[in-house]
């Protein structure tokens, strides 16, 4: 390789001094015996201070009030994103819930069957009242309208106590009356 | 907002103007406040900073670029969207400080984005080679050649000013 080459490849490590001594000591041979490199590496210094002796550009005043104006724009705008992110999980903890409900009530209705029938009428709402206390409501109404052991019970001591032909009744199954309760959650 | 200085002036040096440098540092800052759950302390912030408000200046250029083909076309007259560096100005009429300044600035703009990027983080900013090759994502051994190349081709386009 020419010596002016190899002094190009190798001057920006002479000038950081990162040369090993071997190297360093052919460059400068080669520097005292060539201008042209000794020009180029003048040159290259000279620039490298210049370019360190850049002054800075001042950031304008401004540009705080601008950047936070930007951010809490941002912010604002990622609430919807961060609801959303928190809607995704939501809805099947809704699911999930809904599922567990219905099949609270199944159960609730499985058992009220079978404590209704072996050990005679109990009300819905004395059950829950306690445990489940804010689905006392819901609970009450939908065993009501379901034709449940329990509910042909509590209608038949409803009809017992009008003068009707209440006998003719034990041993079908009477119509169930739906009552409305109001749900209370 | 200790970064917003040096973020500002770092990309100041690759589009040359303080404006569009401040947008893309609020940018830089925007994207950082935005993903600031992605910031693994693998890095270090300033790396990371750095990378993000080169990669956004690099677009800006691209930007730019496409803009200048456009606009060059349609421009008339009246127009002057763009600062074209004056090649035809004679060392003799580069005089003072602040003229050899934008001069040097003009010289850097001129230089191709790879070597550009290099020099300005390498002789301007100061960074370690290590440090570089963290923030531009290439190894050192790439680094340390094209700061070398950069140099010498800047010290070519600025040879008139140097030789004074």
Known sequence: MNPCQHFKKHIGKYCEGDLDPLCLKKLEEHLRVCSRCRTLKDNIEQMRICLKQLPDVKVSEGFNLLLRERIRREAIGKSPGTYSTGGRLLIPAMGIALLVLIIGIGVSDQNSSLTSGSLGYRTVAGESEGDFLPFQGKIQYIIEELPSASAVRLERRNDSREPSNSDSMVGSHPPVRVRAIPVSF | ?164
């Open chain 2, 1 to 164: 907002m200790r970064y917003k200085a040096p973020l500002v002036n770092f990309v100041f040096h690759f589009l040359g103007s303080r404006i569009d440098a401040e947008d893309v540092v609020q940018e830089t800052f925007l994207r950082v406040f935005k993903n600031k759950h992605l910031y693994r302390n693998i890095a270090k912030f300033s790396t990371w900073i750095y990378t993000i408000a080169g990669n956004l200046a690099k677009t800006e250029l691209r930007r730019r670029k496409r803009r200048r083909v456009l606009s060059l076309s349609k421009m008339g007259f009246e127009d002057k969207e763009y600062d074209i560096p004056d090649f035809l100005s004679s060392p003799d009429q580069v005089v003072d400080g602040e003229m050899k300044e934008t001069k040097i600035r003009n010289e850097i703009q001129q230089l191709p984005f790879k070597f550009r990027e290099v020099v300005i983080l390498r002789d301007i900013k100061d960074l370690s080679y290590e440090e570089i090759s963290r923030i531009l994502k290439i190894p050192i051994g790439t680094v340390k050649s094209r700061v070398n190349r950069g140099r010498l081709r800047l010290q070519k386009r600025l040879r008139y000013l140097l030789d004074q």
